[in-house]
């Protein structure tokens, strides 16, 4: 059974610009949530999903945004970035209601701000 | 609001020893506490996890423990190999599944 899945691996971005992260969880999990990793830190709790409605977010500014489509694949969209947003994003798919409540993270996307 | 603290940051030992790594948390109202390994500039592998309602877990030379009305966890990592260098996170799990709060990891060097 295929593991979390993102896209793309790496993504250069320039200053202002948007970006599109993509995610998709292991077959079976309906919950999908982000975190921003910046160098030397743990990762922060951006947004969750579950059955294509936000259910959490994190303290991040409006510029941060995402959905969930039919299929339970995620987006992470970020607008006017800044040089702060250079980070690795990780998408986790989860099954709520079902414990353990394990949390199964995918590779990442590293984003490079210039 | 719950915080997560991993002390200490960095560790280095000699290989064959068996060490300890630390985690406490503010809020004892978190389900479970999952231990992640990550190798640098790669994502996060799932180590153990303990329920609340566990003590312990142990997978291999790995064992994590859990004492929620103290705030702390442990993972020891018995007989030590240059192949477990890596930054070792733990993670507070909230009731819905979704949303993990992190420490900021201790960074692991066993050296030959």
């Known amino acids: 059974d295929a593991g979390v899945t993102q896209s793309p691996t790496h993504l250069i971005k320039t200053r202002g610009q948007h970006v599109t992260l993509r995610c998709s969880p292991i077959?079976?999990?309906?919950?999908v949530s982000w975190y921003q990793q910046v160098l030397g830190q743990g990762p922060q709790f951006i947004f969750q999903?579950?059955?294509?409605?936000?259910?959490g977010r994190g303290n991040f500014p409006d510029r941060f945004s995402a959905r969930q489509f039919p299929n339970y694949s995620s987006e992470l969209n970020v607008n006017a970035l800044l040089l702060g947003d250079s980070a690795l994003y990780l998408c986790?798919?989860?099954?709520?209601?079902?414990?353990?409540?394990?949390?199964?993270f995918g590779p990442g996307t590293r984003l490079t701000v210039t | 609001k719950q915080e997560v603290t991993q002390i200490p940051a960095a560790l280095s030992v000699p290989e064959g020893e068996n060490l300890v790594l630390n985690c406490s948390f503010t809020?004892?109202?978190?389900?479970?506490l999952q231990w992640f390994r990550q190798d640098p500039g790669k994502g996060l592998t799932s180590l153990l996890l303990?329920?609340?309602?566990?003590r312990e877990q142990t997978s291999g030379r790995l064992n994590a423990s859990l004492d929620k009305s103290s705030g702390r966890s442990t993972l020891y990592i018995a007989a030590s190999q240059p192949g477990d260098s890596a930054t070792y996170l733990c993670?507070?799990?909230?009731?819905?599944?979704?949303?993990?709060?992190f420490g900021d990891g201790t960074t692991l060097t066993v050296k030959p």
């Open positions: 999903y579950y059955e294509k409605e936000e259910r």
């Open positions: 077959s079976g999990h309906k919950s």
């Open positions: 303990i329920q609340s309602s566990q």
């Open positions: 986790a798919s989860s099954r709520p209601g079902h414990p353990p409540y394990e949390q199964y």
């Open positions: 993670a507070g799990v909230n009731t819905n599944a979704g949303k993990s709060t």
């Open positions: 809020d004892s109202a978190i389900y479970n």
